[in-house]
DNA sequence: GCCGTCAAGTTGACGATGTCAATCTGAGGT
DNA sequence: ACCTCAGATTGACATCGTCAACTTGACGGC
């Protein structure tokens, strides 16, 4: 590992980019921690000695982030790969396969998420993640699950799904409920029926006992007509 | 600022430490971000050597992390003055109060909860705001108008409002609307909505064109009855 | 009034890190 | 055989957290 590397051709210096992206992408995910990430230890696993990285990184900052981003295209395969059938099925299947995708990379989404970015402007990482968000709630306004600015709708549900992630990354040691699928599943779904029928609220509701009531008559109502009994179900 | 300070009386070694504390406090206040919180930049803050930090916290994680909890009970008195009246109301005020409070001192609350804590455990911070949290949701569940486990519930609260104010504190160059006020009040009656239906879900529910119609009937349905028209909203 | 003691605080150093200017090296064209 | 310049290295700098060894001076006792 610590041979020293053979000079690349002419022509082709960007050869050792790839070789320290995946020095580095090892350090980080064998330690766990981005605080392993020395531009030292990135070179001398690459072979390579420390201001080489500088020949293709402006700095350990750009490193890092290239480093975080390279898994994430992964993200973008998920959402697609989870649409069509029922929008607001398919909407539940894509928070689940984010939240599944941040806990799977859990170092590189709080890197990337969780901290303010170096670069100003809107770190791309957030861009296309809400940007998947908000296409599948947009197919959920379509069939009128959902009413309102897609947008909006889709910060509530971002919000919860990312928050969940963002605590269990980063508060491991909190009591958490043995099945993480679980508590993400419930998440999921809390967050997809508040969107539905926050949008449907009238401006005055009545006081808190009495709103429970008039909730309880709700749940009877939203159970499946019989004549569509094989839906296992259709909650996000 | 840098006057080299009058040494303490013998059993008042205990004086730099809060003097340390008020130092570092400034210091992260002014520059915004943790990274100006060098012991040296402390120490010659607050009028002493570097190594003198160390006669007070163990490292200096230890210090930032006292730093950041010096902030800390102000948010037990927020939730604690937003209690009373009817509890599906007080949970929106303290959800909202958090939330604010988050924004008011991002720093901190970065530093202590979005990032994994030093100390082995759960972090008294994360400990005493979910405490807060289920505590105003098992009120909600006394007047029924929540149902099922308290714990549970506040997870998937806490996560909608932690994952808004998350997004907010560590995304600040994402085109969030321009009243974060409003966002978050959108965020947290969607997410308190979202509670109080979920537990009440069949498990089997229509597909999405029909559950859509079937909202529509019941966001009707929510609305006060006539002879309670003082009351502005009872939403959280 | 002097003194010894011990808490309170300092000195100086070590190793590690990010970063940069200056330098070397050697593959490939002529 | 030689030149060129992309590809990479050397050596140094400032800064950081941390520690062992040292100094200072307030205070109780004589």
Same mark, same amino acid.
């Given at each position: 590992?610590?041979?020293?590397?053979?000079?690349?051709?002419?022509?082709?210096?960007?050869?050792?980019?790839?070789?320290?992206? !995946?020095?580095?992408?090892?350090?980080?995910?064998? &330690?766990?921690?981005?605080?392993?990430?020395?531009?030292?230890?990135?070179? !001398?696993?690459?072979?390579?000695?420390?201001?080489?990285?500088?020949?293709?990184? *402006?700095?350990?900052?750009?490193?890092?982030? *290239?480093?975080?981003?390279?898994?994430?295209?992964?993200?973008?395969?998920?959402?697609?790969?989870?649409?069509?059938?029922?929008?607001?099925?398919?909407? @539940?299947?894509?928070?689940?396969?984010? &939240?599944?995708?941040?806990?799977?990379?859990?170092?590189?989404?709080?890197?990337?998420?969780?901290? +303010?970015?170096?670069? +100003?402007?809107?770190?791309? *990482?957030?861009?296309?993640?809400?940007?998947?968000?908000?296409?599948?709630? &947009?197919?959920?306004?379509?069939?009128?699950?959902?009413?309102?600015?897609?947008?909006?709708?889709?910060?509530?549900?971002?919000?919860?799904?990312?928050?969940?992630?963002?605590?269990?990354? *980063?508060?491991?040691?909190?009591?958490?409920? !043995?099945?993480?699928?679980?508590?993400?599943?419930?998440?999921? !779904?809390?967050?997809?029926?508040?969107? &539905?029928?926050?949008?449907?609220?009238?401006?005055?509701?009545?006081?808190?006992?009495?709103?429970?009531?008039?909730?309880?008559?709700? @749940?009877?109502?939203?159970?499946?007509?019989?004549?569509?009994?094989?839906?296992?179900?259709?909650?996000?």
């Amino acid at each position: 590992m610590s041979t020293r590397r053979v000079r690349a051709r002419r022509g082709e210096g960007a050869l050792l980019r790839e070789e320290i992206l !995946r020095a580095a992408e090892d350090l980080l995910t064998e &330690a766990g921690t981005e605080d392993a990430l020395t531009l030292r230890a990135v070179a !001398r696993r690459a072979g390579v000695s420390t201001p080489s990285v500088y020949l293709h990184f *402006a700095d350990k900052d750009a490193l890092v982030e *290239a480093v975080c981003m390279r898994v994430w295209d992964e993200l973008g395969r998920l959402f697609t790969g989870n649409l069509g059938g029922d929008p607001f099925l398919a909407l @539940g299947r894509c928070a689940r396969a984010y &939240a599944r995708f941040a806990l799977d990379h859990p170092v590189q989404y709080r890197v990337l998420m969780l901290r +303010p970015s170096a670069a +100003p402007g809107v770190p791309p *990482a957030a861009e296309t993640a809400f940007r998947h968000m908000v296409a599948a709630v &947009a197919a959920c306004v379509e069939t009128r699950v959902f009413e309102g600015d897609p947008e909006e709708l889709a910060l509530g549900l971002w919000s919860a799904v990312h928050g969940c992630v963002s605590l269990l990354i *980063a508060q491991p040691a909190f009591p958490w409920p !043995r099945d993480r699928e679980a508590l993400i599943d419930h998440i999921v !779904r809390q967050a997809g029926f508040g969107a &539905a029928v926050y949008s449907r609220l009238p401006g005055t509701l009545p006081p808190s006992k009495e709103l429970a009531a008039r909730l309880d008559e709700f @749940g009877a109502r939203l159970a499946a007509v019989p004549d569509e009994p094989s839906r296992r179900q259709s909650s996000p």
